[in-house]
Antibody, heavy 128, light 111 residues
């Protein structure tokens, strides 16, 4: 059974860089049928997709965060990571990692679709 | 791009059926069959309930069903049970640069 687990500091100072890692167990991150994504949820608010990565290193980012986000993958460790720079209080949220399906929209193009499964999430607070 | 539009709250009594709508545009909900729905209980991670508009993952009750008409997708829960009380989010692929959209979430209260 595939499981994902987020890890990283729970407290980050303003203007610094948030760094989280997602460890995948029970399956390989090198799957050709999946992307691996990060999603966040500010306290009491809805879900926001941050970005996703393929095992090859190909990435897709939410344009609203793209200038501050870097997602990387380490296949030897079955892990992928998130770095969010220049954080402010608005970046305080529960951060989730999840597997994403790849599905076709045409004969030549595939796109990222649903998230399943999800990690349990980790709360990151931005505060001095 | 704006999030998909969901009602903030819906409610129903045990045994009843309810529907939650998710409205987008022809660039997302209306243009592709990649709408998914998630259930989230307080303090828990979201759980996939419906994918590809109508499909249920293994293990999800058949009381949950999905549909789509035009730019609006819907999640229907029949035979409401107390444990269905949760927040529900829709999501869709979008051809815009955003790629992934979520709805704002709907709080379901079982009376």
């Amino acid at each position: 059974q595939l499981q994902l687990q987020e890890s990283g500091p729970g407290l980050v100072k303003p203007s610094e860089t948030l760094s989280l890692t997602c460890t995948v167990s029970g399956g390989s991150i090198s799957s050709r049928s999946h992307f691996w994504g990060w999603i966040r949820q500010p306290p009491g608010k809805g879900l926001e997709w941050i970005g996703s990565i393929y095992y090859s290193g190909s990435t897709n980012y939410n344009p609203s965060l793209k200038s501050r986000v870097t997602i990387s993958v380490e296949t030897s460790k079955n892990q992928f990571s998130l770095r969010l720079s220049s954080v402010t209080a608005a970046d305080t949220a529960v951060y989730y990692c999840a597997r994403q399906q790849l599905k076709p929209v045409s004969m030549r193009e595939v796109v990222i679709t649903e998230f399943d499964p999800w990690g349990q999430g980790t709360l990151v607070t931005v505060s001095s | 791009q704006s999030a998909l539009t969901q009602p903030a709250s819906v409610s129903g009594s045990p045994g009843q059926s309810i529907a939650i709508s998710c409205t987008g545009t022809s660039s997302d909900v209306g243009g592709y069959s990649y709408v998914s729905w998630y259930q989230q209980h307080p303090g828990k991670a979201p759980k996939l309930m419906i994918y590809d508009v109508t499909d249920r993952p293994s293990g999800v009750s058949n009381r949950f069903s999905g549909s789509k008409s035009g730019n609006t997708a819907s999640l229907t829960i029949s035979g409401l049970q107390a444990e269905d009380e949760a927040d529900y989010y829709c999501s869709s692929y979008t051809s815009s640069s955003t790629l992934v959209l979520f709805g704002g979430g709907t709080k379901l209260t079982v009376l």
